[in-house]
Nanobody
Framework: VQLQASGGGLVQAGGSLRLSCAAS????????MGWFRQAPGKEREFVAA????????YLADSVKGRFTISRDNAKNTVYLQMNSLRPEDTAVYYC????WGAGTTSVYDYDYWGQGTQVTVSS
């Protein structure tokens, strides 16, 4: 499967962005999907995950109450709605697919990765 992330940009602190990740292939509905981010000089970290049917979602503590993950299996797309953005949210955001459907927080459990989209939050 190929993943294409979009929707990043420059926003002021307190603003919002919605990231999208479009997937190719017919197996999308069987994958768990995740969002990760990587800031300069830091390791890639978990942000959010959603299981194959969309019934279970997981968020990192740092984004709970501000970010929401959702998916539209008919459109082969997963979304990350980001509200109340902070400068520390600045990073390249990556979407990823887990073919086993677990939707964990570990980068090692994801099989396919998109190219990343830059999110910059100014103070």
């Amino acid at each position: 499967v190929q993943l294409q992330a979009s929707g990043g940009g420059l926003v002021q602190a307190g603003g919002s962005l919605r990231l999208s990740c479009a997937a190719s292939g017919r197996a999308f509905s069987g994958y768990a999907m995740g969002w990760f981010r990587q800031a300069p000089g830091k390791e890639r970290e978990f942000v959010a995950a959603i299981r194959r049917n969309g019934g279970s979602t997981y968020l990192a503590d740092s984004v709970k109450g501000r970010f929401t993950i959702s998916r539209d299996n008919a459109k082969n797309t997963v979304y990350l709605q980001m509200n109340s953005l902070r400068p520390e949210d600045t990073a390249v955001y990556y979407c990823a697919a887990d073919r086993w459907g677990a939707g964990t927080t570990s980068v090692y459990d994801y099989d396919y990765w998109g190219q990343g989209t830059q999110v910059t939050v100014s103070s």
